[in-house]
């Protein structure tokens, strides 16, 4: 943009990567292979199979949660 310039000019698109199964075994692998590319425009998206589902991580028997009232005028 020029300076004094009012037009706005949207940024592209960032690039999005869509790996195979084989691909996901190996997530760091997979980044590694994505960089040269991604690096380009500063952010990418990876978006898993569509039937990946993430573990649950939390150990629910362990796990406790304290909830606490917090004053917004006290901040």
Do not use: H
């Not at 997530?27 to 990876?46: Q, T, V």
């Not at 199979?49 to 901040?75: G, K, M, S, Y």
């Amino acid at each position: 943009m020029e300076p004094g310039s009012d037009d706005f000019l949207p940024p592209p698109e960032c690039p999005v990567f869509e790996p195979s199964w084989a691909e996901f075994r190996d997530p760091l692998g997979y980044i590694a292979k994505i960089r040269p590319i991604a690096e380009k425009s500063g952010i990418c998206k990876i978006r898993p199979p569509a039937d990946w589902q993430p573990p649950f991580a939390v150990e629910v028997d362990n796990f406790r949660f304290t909830p606490r009232i917090q004053r917004l005028n006290e901040l």
